[in-house]
Nanobody
Framework: QVQLVESGGGLVQPGGSLRLSCAAS????????MGWYRQAPGKQRELVAV???????NYADSVKGRFTISRDNAKNTVYLQMNSLKPEDTAVYYC?????????????WGQGTQVTVSS
């Protein structure tokens, strides 16, 4: 099992910045990738950014150039630096850890943290 605890959400004005953190514990040696997803009211959960065990990254087109995902292996923590925030970035942000086996994917989720971008 893997436990994920997020922090860092809040209310920010358009153009502002926030940094989300996700601390992982448990069987973290089995994790192949970690990422951030978000879900806005009335919308499906969507991928925001992912970082693989080899440190390769991938971003949703809507956040490229504004968000940066990174990790600190010593602290078992993944970060999402969000700059130039827009009202459409408002959502609950969820940390995800994925364990991949042949033909099977196991997902672990944090409890979510609210990000609100509003003036």
């Amino acid at each position: 099992q893997v436990q994920l605890v997020e922090s860092g959400g809040g209310l920010v004005q358009p153009g502002g910045s926030l940094r989300l953190s996700c601390a992982a514990s448990g069987s973290i040696f089995s994790i192949n990738a970690m990422g951030w997803y978000r879900q806005a009211p009335g919308k499906q959960r969507e991928l925001v950014a992912v970082i693989a065990s080899g440190s390769s990254t991938n971003y949703a087109d809507s956040v490229k150039g504004r968000f940066t995902i990174s990790r600190d292996n010593a602290k078992n923590t993944v970060y999402l630096q969000m700059n130039s925030l827009k009202p459409e970035d408002t959502a609950v942000y969820y940390c995800n850890a994925a364990r991949l086996s042949p033909g099977v994917r196991y997902d672990y989720w944090g409890q979510g943290t609210q990000v609100t971008v509003s003036s």
